[in-house]
């Protein structure tokens, strides 16, 4: 079931900016990531999504409604961290609280106590004199209180230490193991790995593959650092299957491996190795190629070039 349609989405500033004829749907029960550099049209997305800004053309559903005609129905039913977070200075974290539940009709506040205290916030402080950390956190709790069926999350995690960054992931868990739905902008690949199901990567505004998080992981290579006793020869590893050589330095040598590790192994046994060290491929590998190259097309052309520059 989908909950997030857009087909042939679009918002023309001018100029080249803006996204273009995006095409994507988010499944229910999944944690939908949607990355890019900056720029690249992830926030102008999610302000389509949730109808703060009109498209020039294409459109977009969530639970199957349009977002124009049905935008207070949706929005009852998702909670939302935007990434440029704004709150109202005068207020405690409390009263901001009570605030949205009187909004949202919720009676019983223990669920958003019990949130906070996971999250380690102080309802009682002027959020005035909060951090930028403490912010994000009120901003989070705002969102999850209610148990929406949908999370839209633009880079929900920054500002927040690592010990409050793994109860974010529990509350992603959490939403999905109810059968709820994340859609998730953010900048760091490594919290995407652990918890998104599939991602998305949007290139000056237009969508450049989408893609489960295991196949990125396939598609991408190892890289394998080994130091020699004596340098080997230049040749040694030629012919070794789905391994190239990247760089030598002295005794150390960087390979690239692409399929079983197996064949490397036996060849490198023919040399006297002091150390091994064999990195798996995570979504940087994958994503840091894309932005930095000059990747233009979409579908099996994106895939396939992702393949071959890894």
Known sequence: MSVIAAEMLSKDYGSGHGVFELDFEVRQGEVFAFLGPNGAGKTTTIRL????????????????????ARAVEIHRRLGYVPGDLRLYERMSGGELIRHFAGLRAIGDLAPAR????????????PIRALSRGNRQKLGLLQATMHSPDLLVLDEPTSGLDPLVQQVFHELVRE?????????????????????????????????????????LRELASMRVEASFAQP????????????????????EVVFS????????????????????????????????DLYRGAVEGDGDDVRESVANAL
């Open 114 to 125: 019990e949130i906070a205290q996971r999250l380690q916030l102080d309802l009682d402080r």
């Open 257 to 288: 491996l692409a399929g079983p590790v197996d064949p490397l192994i036996k060849a490198l046994a023919a040399h006297t190795v002091l150390a091994l060290d064999i990195h798996e491929a995570d979504l940087q590998d994958v994503f840091l």
């Open 49 to 68: 999504m949730l109808d703060l800004i009109r498209p020039t053309g294409g459109r977009i559903e969530i639970f199957g409604l349009d977002v124009r």
């Open 175 to 215: 939403t999905t193991a109810r059968g709820g739905t994340v859609f998730l902008s953010s900048h760091v690949l490594s919290e995407v790995q652990q918890i998104a199901d599939r991602v998305a990567l949007v290139r000056a505004g237009r969508l450049a593959l989408v893609e489960s998080v295991q196949a």
């Open 232 to 251: 080997p020869p230049a040749d040694a590893f030629l012919r070794v299957p789905g391994v190239s050589e990247l760089e030598r330095h002295g005794q």
